[in-house]
């Protein structure tokens, strides 16, 4: 018994720091944003604040439907696609991996400044242009997640079955291949929210406001509101992105069985 | 049309002509769409990018953006953001891959679990927020600042200041270090038990087991988890931005400054050389990690 203690005390240190490193400044930073200058104690007056400001909603509604059309977007384009690559397209399958991790590798900065030049001019006047470059960069994130929810399923089995059925190659995606592997479906879906929510170079570079470049717009006169926000906004992807973890948790807890 | 009907087709023997044309069908209908999506969202910008880098003010072919961006003051921000990134990603890298370590090597599969998910979510943090997030804990009027100073350790009077190179790699860990575990630690998985126990029968102690096995299969992927660091923390514009309002002056800064039009330039496509320079060194250290990684898939899972 005291040989196992011993042996997990290294495990215990590391967990601790890693939790203080996590925890201490999100804590300092949440303690800040209920300070009151004013009247000098706590209070929820920053949050009621952001809460309250005129554009608050607008532009979380912005946001949020950008990232939503991000979302839709990239499972219309990569669920057919994944599927396809997974059933046979094994000769162009390295080239499609590689392609797909390409908006990791670039530079957001430089893809912006070429979305500035390239794009139309009717793309360019219409702020729904973002929910289109959202979805590249999400794209690395959101294929390698389909991908691996496509090995896990005997993805050949059901196509065929479906297909033998007499269902079309659309009916078999939308109604048969796509609930199966939903738990993954719903991961790239969050992490693609997650990610378009928060996004703030390629936007703010094209000259677009959404909820980010509003907070650090506020912030210049209220920073204490704009902190309230960030940690608001902190949590609120937290959250969601811990979302992830339940839904895919079926599927990695059952890998995790077999390797042990 | 799918690859298997074709293979069928040409097992039993029907003309090589049409089973390459139905090859490349069903190639363009598979990929087809992907590629026209990136073609227009990915590949023309990027284009678009490097053919203006190459353009004078009238359009003319010139090498002079290029010219200009290797003189000050962009010559020390490309030496500010490599030497950033590179500081970053040492010292995110080696606690990153120590932690993996002792998580891969001791912890449950349940404490390994809930890691890999916290990871996920701290190595996707960044931006706008996390600038503020440490603004407000270790700021001159942080919390923790005050926190730390009730405690007798006056960070700000020991020349601690977290707007400055040395505060900016502090808030980058906060996501280099989460996505280290989240890179390293499949590796350090890979490390079976089996090898310990082999070598230790063989008669090696540990420090002999980690000189000929264990860091030889790590290093490789140790050297690529870097790269993605520095790569990571080179490209990283909104905490910078946000952290030091253009004071130091990084490439992203200085690009995003050329864009929103607050500094003027006599070239017009100077923007556009220096964010080719950034694609070039992200390259330089992207691709060493991709090749990397392909090779450790090999003896990993």
């Known amino acids: ?260 | 049309m799918t690859t298997t009907e074709v293979k069928l087709l040409n097992r039993k023997g029907a003309p090589k002509w049409g089973t390459l044309m139905g090859q490349l069908l069903a190639i363009a209908l598979g990929v087809g769409p992907l590629l026209i999506f990136m073609g227009i969202f990915f590949f023309a910008p990027l284009a678009a990018v490097l053919v203006k880098s190459l353009q004078d003010n009238y359009g003319a072919f010139s090498f002079e953006n290029y010219a200009a961006a290797l003189k000050e003051p962009f010559l020390t921000g490309f030496r500010m953001s490599i030497s950033l990134a590179a500081i970053s990603a040492i010292t995110s890298a080696i606690p990153g891959a120590v932690f993996a370590y002792l998580i891969e090597s001791r912890g449950s599969v349940r404490i390994r679990q809930f890691v890999t998910s916290i990871s996920g979510v701290l190595a996707n943090t960044g931006g706008v927020p996390l600038a503020f997030m440490f603004i407000a804990a270790l700021g001159a009027e942080g919390s923790a600042t005050g926190l730390l100073k009730a405690l007798g350790l006056d960070l700000y009077s020991n020349g601690f200041n977290l707007f400055s190179f040395g505060g900016l790699i502090l808030v980058y860990s906060y996501f280099q270090i989460p996505l280290m575990v989240i890179v390293f630690s499949p590796a350090v998985h890979g490390i079976r038990k089996e090898w310990q126990e082999a070598a230790r029968n063989l008669g090696a102690n540990r420090l002999r087991f980690w000189r000929f096995i264990g860091f030889p299969l790590l290093f490789p992927s140790f050297v690529s988890s870097l790269l993605l660091l520095f790569a990571s923390a080179f490209s990283a514009y909104a905490t910078a931005r946000a952290m030091t309002t253009g004071e130091i002056a990084l490439v992203p800064i200085l690009i995003g400054n050329l864009v929103d039009g607050n500094v003027i330039f006599d070239q017009y496509n100077l923007g556009k050389a220096l964010a080719v320079g950034m694609v070039i060194v992200s390259a330089l250290a992207m691709i060493p990690y991709l090749i990397i990684q392909r090779r450790a898939e090999r003896w990993q899972r």
């Open chain 1, 1 to 260: 018994m005291k040989r196992i203690r011993i042996a997990n005390l290294p495990l215990m240190v590391a967990l601790t720091i890693a939790g203080l490193f996590v925890l201490f400044p999100l804590g300092s930073a949440t303690e800040f944003s209920f300070r009151t200058p004013v009247s000098g104690g706590h209070g929820l007056a920053n949050y009621v604040w952001f809460f309250t400001a005129p554009d608050f909603g607008h532009y979380l509604w912005i946001s949020f439907i950008l990232a939503v059309s991000a979302a839709g977007i990239l499972l219309v384009l990569l669920v057919p696609t994944a599927v396809w690559l997974n059933l046979g397209g094994h000769k162009v399958r390295p080239f499609v991996e590689f392609i797909t991790l390409l908006p990791l590798v670039i530079p957001v900065v430089a893809l912006a400044i070429g979305a500035q030049t390239s794009l139309p001019d009717f793309a360019q006047t219409n702020e729904f242009v973002l929910a289109f470059m959202y979805a590249v960069l999400a794209l690395p994130y959101a294929y390698r997640t389909l991908d691996t929810g496509l090995k896990a399923v005997p993805l050949r089995t059901i196509t065929e079955a479906a297909r033998g059925l007499g269902a079309g190659w659309f009916r078999t995606i939308v109604q048969v291949v796509t609930p199966v592997i939903r738990s993954t479906v719903l991961a790239s879906l969050f992490m693609t929210l997650a990610l378009s929510l928060g996004e703030f170079t390629l936007t703010s570079l094209l000259h677009w406001d959404t909820f980010t470049t509003w907070v650090t717009t506020m912030s210049q006169s209220n920073i204490l509101g704009a902190i309230a926000l960030s940690v608001f906004s902190l949590v609120a992807v937290f959250v969601l992105l811990l979302g992830i973890g339940a839904f895919v948790r079926p599927v990695s807890n059952q890998a995790a069985a077999e390797e042990d």
